[in-house]
């Protein structure tokens, strides 16, 4: 039997993320103004899942409402990629089990906060939470040679922790660590955690 889930993507982005988009506008209208700043930037992840690893990528752009020189704020939008290609042994009653082969996405779409401290203008540190949905597929063949696909939308949720490099006041890279959680699969057999090496750049206008 072939399971698919279908997902309206926009559709399921309009009816429950209204609330984090419009809580970072508030935010950044009522934050101070003096050192604010629009950025974009994107990330190259090595990922590694319950299928095993792979290579991510996100795209960014933040709003830097506030900067004091050695503290700044700042709160953005992301979109990733993240390639969940991979194998696992999946138990059943009884005691028996099946090796699968896996092909598969994570597709998450957060809404991030971000605190940086940079005393020296050069070297600093940094971390981030973040929230949203995370739109997840899986392909495989089953026992009997039928091709199965799944689809599902999910809360999600990220942390951030590192450490960025400064250079020609508006350049920056960043190498840290970050975990996502996308959401379980297949009834929790299938396990959402996601932890990640984030080599990123960074132009802040």
Do not use: C
Request: hydrophobic share 40%.
């Amino acid at each position: 039997m072939k399971k698919t889930n279908k997902i309206n993507f926009f559709g399921i982005a309009t009816r429950r993320m209204i609330i984090p988009p419009v809580f970072l506008l508030l935010l950044a209208l009522v934050a101070p103004t003096a050192h604010a700043s629009l950025g974009m930037g994107l990330s190259v992840l090595y990922d590694k899942h319950d299928l095993g690893s792979g290579i991510g990528f996100a795209p960014r752009l933040n709003w830097q409402f506030h900067d004091n020189n050695a503290w700044s704020e700042s709160v953005g939008i992301e979109i990733g990629y993240l390639n969940m290609d991979g194998s696992k042994t999946v138990p059943f009653v009884g005691g028996s089990s099946i090796h699968y082969n896996f092909d598969g996405a994570a597709i998450p779409f957060l809404f991030n906060y971000k605190l940086k401290w940079n005393p020296g203008d050069i070297f600093g540190f940094y971390t981030a939470i973040g929230g949203g949905m995370s739109f997840n597929s899986l392909e495989w063949v089953d026992f009997t040679g039928n091709k199965q696909t799944l689809s599902t939308s999910i809360l999600a949720w990220q942390f951030q922790l590192g450490s960025s490099l400064t250079f020609a006041d508006s350049y920056k890279i960043n190498l840290g660590y970050r975990f996502l959680g996308s959401g379980d699969m297949m009834g929790g057999t299938i396990k959402g955690g996601h932890n990640m090496i984030d080599l990123g750049f960074h132009y802040q206008f």
